[in-house]
């Protein structure tokens, strides 16, 4: 089966900088997602993850290492309107998507 | 481009009734999702569609139907209402497999009493 793991929530202050971590066991992995979910709202894609390494976008970067099932997320420059739900989802082998049950992420001033 | 939309935003059921959620993107996508999100838990999916006429369960379909005529619209329909469906249920589009990223309708809150 398939299991994902992210801290449930993490405390972080403007202007600094964050890692949400997400660990992972599958049978079978085709890919990583992560989303931002503000409260109340829809999930919306930030990046995509198949080869190991770092992909950068800006102030948000994702790593992935699939030899030991752990991918991060890195936010650079915090701002108050990051405060969101950061969600994990992994590509199984039947090319769905199983989704973690999210890090909440409260940005202090 | 309105991207994917829902309806409605908010619904009160009664045990035993019935719905339909409705679900439509004009990005001309071909794979459709269902996904129900609980307080505290992931996403998860209910029905996908790879295509019009093509539909298939995923990982919690009981309770549920789907259907997929068109390449716009994938409404989901609930028979006999039960607590346990209550949820905010998001409905996405991608324009294939998932490769892509999926975009999010804003999604229905449903509460079943």
């Known amino acids: 089966g398939q299991n994902i793991d992210q801290p449930t929530e993490m405390t972080a202050t403007e202007g600094a900088i964050v890692q949400i971590n997400c660990t992972y066991q599958t049978s079978g992995f085709n890919g990583l997602f992560w989303y931002q979910q503000h409260a109340g709202e829809a999930p919306t894609f930030l990046s995509y993850?198949?080869l190991d390494g770092l992909e950068e976008k800006g102030r948000f970067s994702s790593f992935l290492s699939r030899s030991k099932g752990y991918s991060y997320l890195l936010l650079k420059e915090l701002q108050m309107k990051d405060s969101a739900s950061y969600l994990c989802?992994?590509?199984?082998?039947?090319?769905?998507?199983?989704w973690g049950a999210g890090t909440k992420l409260i940005i202090k001033p | 481009n309105a991207g994917v939309t829902q309806t409605p935003k908010f619904r009160i059921l009664k045990i035993g009734q019935s719905m339909t959620l409705q679900c439509t993107q004009d990005?001309?996508?071909?794979?459709m999702y269902w996904y129900r999100q609980d307080p505290g838990m992931g996403l998860k999916l209910i029905y996908y569609?790879?295509?019009?006429?093509?539909?298939d369960k995923g990982e919690v379909p009981n309770g549920y139907n789907v259907s997929r005529s068109t390449t716009e619209d994938f409404p989901l329909r609930l028979e006999l209402a039960a607590p346990s469906q209550t949820s905010v249920y998001f409905c996405?589009?991608?324009?294939?497999?998932?490769?892509?990223?999926?975009?999010f309708g804003p999604g229905t809150r449903l509460t079943v009493t």
């Open positions: 569609s790879v295509g019009a006429g093509i539909t």
């Open positions: 996405a589009s991608s324009y294939y497999d998932t490769n892509y990223e999926q975009y």
């Open positions: 989802a992994l590509k199984d082998s039947n090319y769905q998507l199983i």
């Open positions: 990005m001309n996508h071909n794979y």
């Open positions: 993850n198949v």
